[in-house]
């Protein structure tokens, strides 16, 4: 079984196997085979990149410049110079253009030229390769004419579809684009068919015809009934935070609550606390919420008690800072956030004590 091929300085094709039965020998005559259906997908990939290069520089411009390849015979990459990431447009595009080369059936013509010969051509060259004095030159019709010493069709034809997967980064000005062909790219559109499907019948529709625009409107619906679920959840802890000052402390001269509360966010948070110092001039209200990672703590202090140097800012800042992280805010009203939620009634009891220890400090 050959694991890889490599050519020596001395141009010498060296290939590692594996010898699964018997011994190799020096002088032993050994005959190569190649599995002809792996070949022929991989060739397929091979010719793809060509086309896929040509249609970049259609869509993107002539500065777009192959900066690696691979092949495989279920897959390709395409490794290029460009500046910013591809819309899904350009994609579309870009992939609707590959398969109208792919249709057109253009022969695919492999010739070996003198360097000059070949530069004269209007082939393009890979950038920093080496090239001999002979190039093999590989033309796809009109659309396509590079130096290249690989596999490809015979006609692009032959490659039957081209379907991108992927777009991405893979450095500065650098994109890579990964893409099937072939039987492989056929798979990824029926298993993609087959997921509509079944989104469709989870919809109770009849087909797939429209599923995007009736997905769009279930997201919509389920978006604004969301919305409004917050909405009252809100006003329901707005209520019950009118009890909530009635379990205020004294700490040294100031009004204190504390309170862990779940299922808010912070704007209800902060409308909660408004609410509450509103009560009560001389009120200093720390609420947290808090899950399995992180913790949102909002304070707020009466006017009476910011005249009295309370500052809900500090407050926060100090809560967050035990919880691994930081925040801060107006005196009168703050938030901050913190990433550990373990360490919340370690932040609870150094705020208590920090509250009940201000006019001492202030002194």
């Not at 993107?60 to 092949?71: D, N, P, T, W």
């Not at 808090?290 to 500052?311: M, T």
Request: hydrophobic share 40%; charged share 30%; glycine share 8%.
């Amino acid at each position: 079984v050959v694991l890889d091929v490599q050519k020596s300085r001395n141009a010498q094709n060296l290939v590692k196997v594996d010898v699964k039965e018997g011994t190799l020998h020096v002088g032993q005559e050994v005959r190569q085979e190649v599995d002809r259906q792996k070949r022929m997908r991989t060739t397929a990939n091979h010719s793809c990149t060509h086309l896929l290069q040509s249609a970049l520089k259609k869509v993107l411009g002539a500065h777009i410049q192959q900066a690696g390849s691979f092949v495989g015979p279920d897959y390709l990459r395409f490794d290029f110079r460009h500046f910013e990431k591809l819309t899904q447009e350009q994609l579309a595009e870009v992939e609707q253009i590959v398969n109208e080369y792919i249709s057109a059936a253009y022969p695919v013509t492999k010739e070996i030229m003198d360097i000059e010969t070949a530069r004269d051509s209007g082939a393009t060259a890979l950038f920093n390769e080496k090239y001999g004095d002979k190039v093999r030159v590989v033309t796809m019709g009109d659309v396509s004419k590079e130096f290249c010493a690989g596999c490809h069709v015979d006609n692009t034809t032959a490659i039957g579809v081209c379907k991108i997967v992927s777009e991405e980064s893979i450095g500065s000005d650098s994109r890579r684009i990964t893409a099937k062909t072939g039987l492989s790219a056929y798979e990824d559109f029926a298993h993609e068919h087959e997921q509509l499907e079944n989104i469709a019948i989870s919809m109770k529709q009849k087909g797939i015809k429209e599923i995007d625009e009736k997905v769009e409107a279930q997201m919509t619906s389920a978006k604004a009934m969301q919305k409004e679920l917050e909405q009252l959840k809100n006003q329901i802890f707005a209520l019950r935070s009118n009890e909530w000052i009635n379990e205020k402390k004294q700490a040294g001269e100031f009004d204190l609550l504390i309170k862990k509360v779940q299922g808010l966010d912070g704007k209800a948070m902060k409308d909660i606390v408004s609410n509450l110092k509103a009560k009560d001039d001389n009120l200093i209200v720390l609420l947290i919420a808090a899950d399995d990672k992180k913790a949102v703590f909002v304070a707020g202090a009466g006017k009476e008690a910011v005249k009295n140097k309370a500052n809900a800012g500090q407050i926060v800042k100090m809560a967050a800072n035990i919880c691994g992280g930081n925040g801060g805010g107006k005196p009168d009203l703050a938030q901050a956030g913190g990433k550990d939620a373990s360490k919340v009634d370690e932040a609870i009891e150094l705020v208590e004590n920090f509250v009940k220890g201000m006019k001492e400090l202030d002194k």
